[in-house]
């Protein structure tokens, strides 16, 4: 027991190092490839010495690496960083625990094939199914500043990388099982070769596909102009007026070259202008601006965020977010939807709109309202927010193709935005806002997961965010230019329109369709099968 006393914490921290670093330090993808080990090593010493209330270890474990990682939450809001890492690290602690009641009924291997199965089930249900969804440390993420090691996430996509992080560390582990217990002693060189040929493999093979996998495919390309205005959300609407605002932007803008008369795709970022009516969209004072700089500039068309209010009049309530806003005489009802938007708009005047379907839980999104309306409404206050996503996904036209437009988080969801390119975008813009975190490692997380974006769908990424970091992406998942963080600037560069699908955008998330059906079988043949 006093042993135990030393060893769980060292191994606690070392867990919490190994895993943390590929999130903030630049390269260090590799690290997750041997980050789970200490993990499992605490997990063996506690079943062989029987320890008692283990749980604590495990989940201790699993908020230091959330805490570490994510603790930039907090920027924007405490509570809601808090509620983030302790019931995330919940979630993954009830997984770690129903493998460690598995192993009650499995010898050998099988629990372990559970563990990642049931673990790569989870992630799968967060990026798809959950209504209170947070996939930021999605295993696979971990090698989003690392992309020349996942090439090959345009076949099996950031579940595919959840996959080569446990075959990595479970391989190693088993080996050094095998050594300390003194089996491989009695293998004959045959089968230690098979061992060692087999971590080999694990570790490896993926790095040795991802070198031989090229992409050399080009298209037309087109000038893309971004604006990063360098706005504080905290401040928006206190030290300028909506007014001042798009002057100032638009005096941005025209710091760009403009003397050709090629075709350009000019982007604002997410929400820039607020209180836009869908059905009054043409006399929108910010549209009129915009409208005015792009008959100076008839080449270019413009996409940029808004938060818009969709007005409803019906009998009953179109959707359980929707604001009453009284009674007609007609005796129907006049309800308000209110949306996070993307808008594309060009020197005619045509525009089009896509609400951002991924919204964010609390801040935009009250999830499964059934429940949490009802609860709301009793405690009499105004506890979430109650935007109203799209149900299908959209492409944007703008500046003659379609642009697959993610808005802010919805860039974090791989097989979503895979919907973009299977509805015939040929890039893929970004718009966000990240001030709301401050200079923290969020915003720079949150830029290298549209490198994966990237890779995974092949398409160029223009990215435009209110306070930095703006890029150019290539389907390398390479950053070819980029702005600074918290600086006014104007982006220029070309963007190269591509078509075709990669294997992960016609077949989409192979790996967690299979890790959901060996999940359940395992789970199921547990349940039925005698404890040992």
């Known amino acids: 027991m006093r042993k135990q006393a030393f060893v769980f914490p060292v191994l606690v921290l070392a867990f919490t190092l190994l895993m943390s670093l590929p999130w903030l330090v630049p390269h260090m993808g590799w690290t997750a490839l041997i980050g789970l080990i200490p993990l499992l090593v605490m997990e ?63 010898s050998g291997i099988l629990p372990y094939i ?208 929707a604001y009453d806003m009284g009674t007609r005489p007609d005796g129907r009802n006049l309800w308000i939807l209110a949306h996070n938007s993307a808008l594309s708009t060009d020197a005619s ?28 409404n009793l405690l009499g206050g105004n506890l979430m927010a109650k935007d109203v996503g799209q149900k299908e996904i959209a492409c944007l036209p703008a500046a003659g193709v379609p642009v697959g437009t993610a808005v802010c988080y919805e860039s974090v969801y791989g097989e979503f935005c895979t919907g973009y390119v299977r509805k015939g975008a040929q890039m893929l813009a970004v718009i966000t806002n990240d001030a709301w975190w ?12 549209s490198r994966l974006r990237a890779i995974e769908t092949r398409r160029w990424v223009a990215r435009c965010a209110n306070t930095g970091i703006s890029a150019i992406i290539d389907p390398k998942g390479r950053i070819l230019d980029r702005t600074s963080w918290w600086e006014p600037a104007v982006l220029e560069g070309k963007v190269q329109l591509l078509q075709g699908e990669t294997f992960f955008v016609r077949y989409g998330d192979i790996v967690g369709r299979i890790s959901v059906f060996l999940f359940l079988l395992l789970l199921a043949a547990a349940i039925f099968r005698p404890r040992k």
Request: charged share 15%.
């Open 44 to 106: 063996r010493l506690a079943t062989q010495n029987k320890s008692r209330h283990f749980w604590w270890w495990h989940y201790l474990s699993f908020v230091l690496w959330n805490a570490v990682t994510t603790w930039w939450v907090g920027g924007a809001t405490v509570g809601g960083a808090v509620f983030a890492i302790l019931a995330n690290a919940l979630q993954m602690s009830v997984v770690f625990g129903s493998f460690r009641l598995v192993k009650r009924r499995f």
């Open 438 to 449: 401050g200079d923290t490692p969020g915003y720079r997380q949150h830029l290298n997961y």
């Open 114 to 321: 559970y563990l990642a199965a049931a673990w790569i089930a989870w992630e799968r249900f967060y990026l798809t199914s959950a209504e209170i969804s947070w996939p930021w440390l999605v295993l696979g993420n971990a090698f989003a500043d690392t992309t020349g090691l996942v090439q090959w996430y345009s076949v099996l996509g950031t579940l595919g990388g959840s996959l080569w992080v446990w075959l990595s560390n479970l391989s190693i582990f088993g080996l050094m099982v095998a050594l300390s217990d003194g089996r491989m002693a009695s293998w004959n060189g045959k089968a230690r070769a098979a061992a060692f040929a087999g971590v080999f493999a694990a570790l490896f093979a993926p790095m040795i596909w991802s070198a031989c996998i090229g992409f050399d495919k080009e298209g037309p390309s087109l000038k893309v102009v971004i604006g990063q205005p360098n706005y504080d959300p905290y401040q928006k609407f206190e030290s300028l007026t909506q007014a001042q605002q798009d002057v100032k932007y638009l005096t941005l803008l025209e710091k760009a070259d403009w003397s050709s008369d090629e075709p350009a795709l000019v982007l604002a970022p997410e929400t820039f202008t607020a209180r836009m009516y869908t059905d009054d969209v043409p006399y929108n004072e910010t549209f009129l601006r915009f409208q005015a700089f792009l008959k100076r500039h008839p080449q270019a068309s413009m996409i940029f965020g808004a938060s818009t209010y969709e007005r409803v009049v019906s009998y009953s309530r179109p959707h359980a977010c």
């Open 349 to 376: 005047g045509n525009h089009s709109i896509y609400h951002k379907s991924k919204l964010v839980v609390g801040t935009e999104l009250t999830p499964y309202p059934a429940v949490f309306i009802p609860l709301e």
